[in-house]
């Protein structure tokens, strides 16, 4: 059973805690942690989602989780990686937060969080990483123009082209 801290809509804890599951079937808010990895040649790590999974299978996404109840930021993105990637990224920085809400109508989801948006640049090969098979199915790396041509098309096989990501994209091209 996964708990996840509730906030409300402004991002503050509320002292409250609930199960995942039932978390998204209310909508209720919560917080997420979602890294934009980039290697050596400024290509950015893309991650397909498993076909079993709930939300989005078989989509583009990016490393990224729920924060566990009482978990730190910085915890639940280590903890993320790690359990993904199979690997330890341990110099990140933060570049926002970001309110997002979004209904899966595949699975009568309303997933309404904040979500913590990392940055961290590494020198790992795609065969460096060691993918958990219940979570993802492939790994690779783009470049930034093909993330533009993703986003600016509002490509539907990737989870981060529903949403406005010029910010995010002027900032990878500044570490790239």
Do not use: C
Request: aromatic letters at 10%.
């Amino acid at each position: 059973m996964e708990l996840l801290d509730i906030v409300d809509e402004e991002n503050n804890l509320t002292g409250k805690t609930e199960e995942k599951e039932i978390v998204h079937k209310k909508g209720l808010w919560h917080r997420e942690v979602a890294i934009w990895i980039m290697n050596n040649k400024g290509e950015i790590l893309i991650q397909k989602r498993a076909s079993t999974k709930r939300q989005n299978p078989n989509k583009w996404g990016l490393t990224a989780g729920h924060i566990d109840a009482g978990e730190s930021v910085e915890s639940a993105m280590s903890r993320e990686i790690l359990e993904e990637l199979g690997v330890e990224i341990k110099d990140f920085s933060k570049i926002e937060i970001a309110k997002i809400q979004t209904k899966h109508n595949n699975s009568n989801t309303i997933n309404n969080y904040f979500a913590y948006v990392f940055f961290a640049k590494v020198d790992y090969d795609i065969k460096d990483y060691t993918i958990q098979k219940d979570e993802l199915s492939e790994l690779k790396y783009i470049t930034l123009e093909e993330l533009e041509e993703i986003v600016k098309n509002k490509d539907n096989n990737y989870t981060f082209s529903d949403r406005d990501n010029t910010n995010i994209i002027e900032y990878l091209y500044k570490q790239r």
